[in-house]
């Protein structure tokens, strides 16, 4: 079974406080992915990394930055966190596929952290 | 941007009984996923459909491909509280390896 791992379930931090959160996966994923989730807003992506040292923005990547410095582990960085980035922290991976293999872009997700910025 | 949408947003029903929840989408799909979460958890794959009118089942959970490949649908026979959860589907996004969600159902099963 695939298994993705984050470093913290539920964190609290203060304003301008700087923040990391870290993700691994231990199935050899070429691809990484940091969602955060909100009520009424659904899943939207913030980065991805589809190889060490590459990342892309998503949707939502102002405040935030990235590291892949080895395949399995992908970091969230909130450098000066603020009191609208509370919200639920998700991270998956995924593999690629080749041809029509359905597998590509299947995402296996981690349990979540929950942050709270006060 | 594509747009996926889920139908009904929120959903409440007795044990035992049987439901149907939907994700359309006004571009074609190359292939579709669905995922369960459940409260304070992260989202867990439970199937995809890749051809058009393709039908899967998972126990009693059976899932549908739209002939057209614009919508899917995902249907529970004699639901059990066990099955409570945000459903959400999600696609493929233009060339890269990201996917899109949809806003997702919220399902409530009451013993």
């Known amino acids: 079974d695939v298994k993705v791992t984050q470093s913290s379930r539920y964190l609290v931090k203060r304003t301008g406080e700087k923040v990391f959160l870290e993700c691994v996966q231990d199935?050899?994923?070429?691809?990484m992915f940091w969602y955060r989730q909100d009520p009424g807003l659904g899943l939207r992506l913030i980065y991805f990394?589809?190889?060490?040292?590459m990342k892309e923005k998503g949707d939502i990547p102002e405040g935030y930055s990235v590291s892949r410095e080895k395949k399995e582990r992908f970091s969230l960085i909130l450098e000066s966190a603020s009191t609208n980035q509370t919200s639920m922290y998700l991270c998956?991976?995924?593999?690629w596929g080749t041809g029509t293999n359905q597998r590509l872009y299947e995402q296996y997700f981690g349990p979540g952290t929950r942050l709270t910025v006060t | 941007t594509q747009l996926l949408e889920q139908s009904p947003q929120f959903l409440s029903i007795q044990e035992g009984e049987n439901l149907t929840v939907y994700c359309n989408s006004s571009?074609?799909?190359?292939?579709l996923q669905w995922y369960r979460q459940e409260p304070g958890e992260g989202p867990v794959l439970l199937v995809t459909?890749?051809?058009?009118?393709e039908v899967k089942k998972l126990k009693r959970l059976t899932f549908q491909f739209g002939d057209a490949r614009k919508d899917s649908s995902l249907h529970i026979t004699a639901a059990q509280p066990g099955d409570t959860g945000l459903y959400l589907c999600?696609?493929?996004?233009?060339?890269?390896?990201?996917?899109?969600f949809g806003s997702g159902t919220r399902l409530s099963i009451r013993p």
């Open positions: 999600a696609n493929t996004y233009s060339s890269a390896s990201k996917i899109i």
């Open positions: 998956a991976s995924s593999t």
């Open positions: 459909v890749v051809t058009g009118g």
């Open positions: 990394s589809y190889d060490v040292k």
């Open positions: 199935m050899d994923h070429e691809n």
């Open positions: 571009s074609v799909f190359s292939s």
